[in-house]
């Protein structure tokens, strides 16, 4: 029995282990594949106090040894469920159960995907949602990204240092990105930037050959000969396993207020799966401190 298991080892699920070992309690962090979150994939973050540049993985590294080193212990199983029994809540993982007096779900998000026919089959096959994991293997190769939030736009500008050429497809006629992202941008000659256009076919052999983008204006369809296809098209939070425990709103975010509380008493939580107006890794991580400080409140009053 742990005072508190938390669900996810990004940002917010590390910052609630250290929040929670420093007030003394036993921590659990559950996480599927490794720590550091989507983050992790972030080659400079520029945008956190104290350090002006540090890479995702750099960052991510730094938190875990961290919380590690204040004794949380860490367990790689992916969660599949939750189950309230008031004073005790037990954490499914597909290996184990465990339990704790209280739960923070820090689960984060995943990313969107298209919807395209052999999109999953072709993921690892010219089709990627990473472009710092991935930009290495197209070096002087023909690329586009889809989207025309801050990622496409950053994911863009990456990708443009390593490859031939890049098309940004964007399916309105302005970015919701910033706009210092998109001016950089403007000024990259190996650059085409396609608006109001969306990706309706991925063309293969064995791997992506190719894309098929139709104007959304005149339905003119252009084929593109392409290595690559990264698709930014946002991402989508990990909620579902909860869903009886907490509320949801419209777009699958737990419905909780800034104190991370959700509607199930001893159940919390932080980061990029609550609905919030900001999602940066500064929120993220003062959602971690938040919620372990009213899991710690929580459980003190049970005493
Ligand atoms: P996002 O801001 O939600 O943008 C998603 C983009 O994908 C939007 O332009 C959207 O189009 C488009 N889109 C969504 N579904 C689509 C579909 N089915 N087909 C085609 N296009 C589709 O997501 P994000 O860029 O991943 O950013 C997420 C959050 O992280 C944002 O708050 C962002 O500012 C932040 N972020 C910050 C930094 C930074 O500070 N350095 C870096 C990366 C991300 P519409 O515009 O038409 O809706």
Same mark, same amino acid.
């Given at each position: 029995?742990? +005072? ?36 992790? *994939?972030?080659?400079? $973050?520029? !945008? ?12 991510? /590294?730094?938190?875990?040894?961290? #919380? %590690?080193?204040?004794? =949380? ?26 339990? =704790?007096? #209280?739960? $923070? ?5 995943? !990313?969107? &995907? ?10 690892? @096959? ?5 472009? /710092? ?7 002087? &190769? ?22 031939? %050429?890049?098309?940004? $497809?964007? @399916?309105?006629?302005?970015? @919701? ?20 256009? *969306? ?6 052999? %064995? ?19 392409? !290595? ?18 907490? +509320? ?23 980061? +990029? *799966?609550?609905? &919030? ?5 500064? /929120? ?8 372990? /400080?009213?899991?710690? %409140? ?6």
């Amino acid at each position: 029995m742990y +005072d508190i298991i938390i669900v996810g080892a990004g940002p917010a699920g590390m910052t609630a282990a250290i929040y929670a070992r420093r007030a003394a309690r036993t921590v659990l962090v559950l996480e599927a594949l490794s720590y550091g979150g989507q983050i992790i *994939n972030t080659p400079d $973050i520029e !945008n956190y106090p104290v350090e002006a540049h540090i890479s995702g993985f750099d960052f991510s /590294t730094k938190v875990y040894e961290q #919380a %590690k080193g204040l004794g =949380a212990e860490f367990k790689f199983e992916k969660v599949v469920g939750l189950r309230d029994e008031g004073a005790v809540k037990t954490v499914v993982t597909q290996k184990n159960e465990y339990q =704790a007096k #209280a739960v $923070i779900l820090a689960t984060g998000s995943e !990313n969107r &995907k298209l919807g395209l026919e052999d999109e999953q089959k072709l993921t690892g @096959r010219g089709v990627s949602y990473c472009a /710092t994991c991935d930009g290495n293997f197209y070096r002087k &190769k023909v690329v586009a990204v889809v989207g025309g939030g801050n990622t496409a736009l950053e994911d863009a500008l990456y990708l443009s240092d390593l490859a031939q %050429k890049v098309y940004l $497809i964007h @399916r309105r006629d302005s970015f @919701r990105g910033e706009e210092t992202n998109a001016a950089r941008l403007s000024e990259r000659e190996n650059v085409e930037i396609i608006y109001n256009a *969306n990706v309706t076919r991925l063309l293969s052999e %064995k791997r992506l050959t190719g894309i098929e983008v139709t104007n959304k204006l005149d339905g003119s369809v252009r084929t593109l000969e392409v !290595n690559g296809l990264f698709i930014a098209v946002g991402r989508v939070p990990e909620n579902e396993n909860f869903a009886g425990l907490v +509320d949801l709103d419209e777009a699958g975010y737990v419905a909780a207020g800034e104190d991370c509380h959700t509607r199930t008493p001893g159940v919390f939580v932080a980061g +990029d *799966n609550r609905a &919030k107006m900001l999602r940066q890794l500064v /929120t993220a991580t003062a959602d971690g401190a938040m919620a372990a /400080t009213e899991a710690v %409140k929580y459980i003190n009053a049970m005493a």
